[in-house]
């Protein structure tokens, strides 16, 4: 896993209070049964830790895995890093 | 028991500074939504807000008056005076003390609160302004109203988040209709446009970018408002006894919580409070015609909100019209209920039931009769308002035709 993938990896185990052994790539997010308030704190500490804005709910994202959601991340951070450049 | 009526009523919204216009807004489908001016910060994501436009409070209060009250106070007692004024009734000559007086708000007095700590915070001042606690109290606008009207009896503020104006009218109902009080001034208030309230919710992801399209499929979310509601509520002998004008009877309060998820609404609490509503006002749900819904064009609520009204009405529900004034008036949070109060009542005093602005394409999970853009005269025998609140805290109120 690349650094974007574990820090967020590592954010999704804390807010939402998951065993961090127990979560990889292919976790399903629907399976981790996250509570509305846990996925609000973690989208948070993703905006705070990589300086990003995600967008509200829409059409743009379909996320099924983690690994979706650390690519939307990783889209995110390089999109910041273009519009900075 | 008594019979409860609603003599007077009063409003301060983004659509005008009383029932007037306000009303005429909202029958004819005029949204009071526009970009938001004033409040400056940094990369705020909310751009559209549902202002009350060019308030002088100088125009309406003593300046000294102006000095110590938060703006949501402002708006409470402006309501407060038009439905007094409206009902005919004066408080001072002995009237106030069989009179209550309760007020809903969600927030308290939050522009005082944001620009006396950005001061501390900020600015690097050591001193808050003088009349900081005083102004930010939830029940400032309690105690305000009272003042300005010389009410002396049961007063007090009360706070449920979305639901608190309801709460503040069905607790009314209640001591009107048992006899504690033969008056009632009651409704909500709410100012929090400023720039911390505004970033609080920008992050929880409910915020419309463009306007707010309740059960509309290409709704995006909510869209927050400010301004005031009152109605006086009046022992119905006493009222006729004096030759009151009678926009309709305050009939019925229901109120549950559903003890579950912090920010996403349930069905089943929403449903009880509603069935609630309807025992205690006695109504058979086909008596209703017309359903002022919370619909505050969050994908969830709407849905929820659908599905509960279902569950309620069964076949019934097919008949009935819903609308939600939030597509004109924005969210008013704690005022949202004493908003909403006013084309509750008007719609049953007109016969004009009025419309869902912004209203785009039908979504299958959304299937009632939303009056999409375009009000209708129908004259109904008995109507509902919804509110519902994050924490699970609903509250819903019944008025009957005058008639009925």
């Keep these: 896993m690349n650094e974007i993938e574990t820090k967020v990896l590592d954010i999704v185990a804390k807010e939402c209070r998951l065993d961090r052994d127990s979560l990889n790539l292919d976790s399903k997010l629907e399976e981790l049964n996250i509570q509305s308030v846990d996925l609000m704190q973690t989208i948070f500490q993703i905006e705070e830790t990589f300086d990003i804005y995600v967008p509200q709910e829409g059409d743009d994202f379909q996320l099924t895995t983690l690994r979706d959601v650390t690519d939307a991340v990783a889209n995110l951070v390089s999109e910041k890093t273009a519009s900075a450049s | ?404």
């Design chain 2, 1 to 404: 028991m008594h019979r409860v009526a609603i003599t007077g009523l009063g409003c301060v919204s983004a659509l005008g500074h009383d029932v007037a216009s306000t009303w005429s807004g909202l029958s004819s489908g005029k949204s009071g939504i526009g970009p938001l001016t004033g409040v400056e910060g940094e990369r705020l994501m909310v751009k559209v807000v549902a202002a009350v436009k060019g308030f002088d409070p100088v125009a309406h209060l003593d300046e000294r008056v102006e000095d110590f009250t938060d703006r949501f106070s402002q708006f409470a007692i402006v309501a407060a005076r038009e439905a007094a004024k409206d009902a005919g009734l004066t408080f001072r000559d002995g009237l106030g003390r069989r009179t209550a007086c309760l007020v809903g708000t969600g927030m308290g007095g939050m522009t005082t609160l944001d620009e006396g700590f950005h001061r501390l915070y900020s600015q690097k001042t050591f001193r808050a302004p003088p009349l900081t606690v005083p102004k930010v109290m939830p029940s400032a606008a309690a105690s305000q109203v009272s003042m300005d009207l010389g009410i002396t009896g049961p007063c007090f503020g009360l706070t449920s988040a979305c639901s608190s104006s309801n709460h503040a009218l069905g607790e009314a109902l209640w001591m009107v209709r048992s006899g504690r009080v033969d008056q009632a001034i009651a409704g909500g208030t709410e100012s929090c446009l400023t720039y911390g309230c505004l970033k609080g919710w920008e992050v929880l992801r409910v915020i419309a970018p463009d306007t707010c399209r309740p059960f509309s499929k290409d709704r995006k979310g909510m869209v927050i408002g400010e301004g005031a509601g009152m109605v006086v509520l009046e022992n119905w002998e006493k009222a006729k006894a004096r030759g009151a004008k009678i926009y309709g009877e305050m009939a019925g309060f229901g109120f549950t919580a559903d003890a579950g998820d912090l920010v996403q609404p349930s069905a089943q609490g929403a449903g009880q409070a509603i069935q609630d509503c309807l025992d205690d006002a006695g109504l058979k749900p086909e008596q209703v015609g017309y359903i002022n819904a919370h619909g505050t064009a969050t994908r969830m609520n709407d849905q929820v909100e659908t599905r509960a009204i279902r569950n309620i009405f069964g076949a019934h529900a097919d008949k009935l019209a819903v609308s939600s004034s939030k597509s004109m008036l924005g969210h008013g949070l704690g005022a949202a209920g004493g908003l909403e109060i006013i084309p509750t009542v008007m719609a049953l005093h007109t016969g004009i039931l009025p419309p869902t602005a912004n209203f785009n394409v039908p979504d299958p999970d959304c299937d009632l009769d939303y009056l999409p853009n375009v009000g209708r005269a129908q004259q109904v025998e008995a109507v509902i308002s919804n509110s519902f609140a994050f924490g699970g805290l609903n509250a819903v109120i019944a008025v009957k035709h005058v008639d009925s």
